[in-house]
């Protein structure tokens, strides 16, 4: 993020994912870089730990939380080749330079409300209520905080 905002601030960042000069194709290929090794090692972590995570929706909470980064990169480069080669229809509103951006700020705002509505399904309040459970073989209550407290005689 430094590096953009110095490159911005310079002039050098650029627009183009084709032209090599710049900063943009720079930026976006150690962005895809990091964001495969960052989503690979979660899969490897959800692998490893989704046995111990059974019951609490593992796999559609990796998915929600991984749709806003991992799509909204990939439509973001998608949409940036659309708008090198020349493809992207034209705007009013948007200059041809301003169309890709414009058009992926635009299509994030509205996927958002989509990725709300999978958050609250994913992420409800009920698995992280606060409450007692019963302990009936030892007598005892556990407190949500994982506290064990003895029963009192």
């Known amino acids: 993020s430094c590096i953009i905002v110095v490159l911005t601030a310079k002039g050098k960042m650029g627009s183009s994912l ?5 900063g943009y194709f ?8 990091s964001i ?16 111990f995570m059974e019951g609490k929706q593992p796999l559609a909470k990796f998915l929600s939380i991984k749709a806003v980064i991992f799509m909204s990169y990939w439509q973001g480069i ?9 493809v992207l229809p034209r705007f009013d509103y948007w200059t041809e330079s301003e169309a890709p951006a414009g058009l992926q700020d635009l299509l994030i705002c509205v996927e958002m409300l989509f990725i709300a509505f999978a ?3 994913c992420f409800g309040s009920e698995e992280y209520g606060v409450g007692e ?5 030892e007598g005892g209550v556990v407190h949500a905080g994982g506290r064990f407290v003895p029963p009192s005689h």
């Open 78 to 86: 998608v949409i940036a080749i659309l708008g090198a080669i020349g």
């Open 36 to 51: 495969t090794i960052a989503f690979t090692a979660l899969v490897y972590f959800y692998t490893g730990l989704k046995d």
């Open 119 to 121: 958050h609250k399904f």
């Open 18 to 22: 084709f032209d090599l000069g710049h």
């Open 133 to 137: 459970i019963d302990q009936p073989d």
């Open 26 to 33: 720079w930026t976006t290929l150690t962005y895809n870089i």
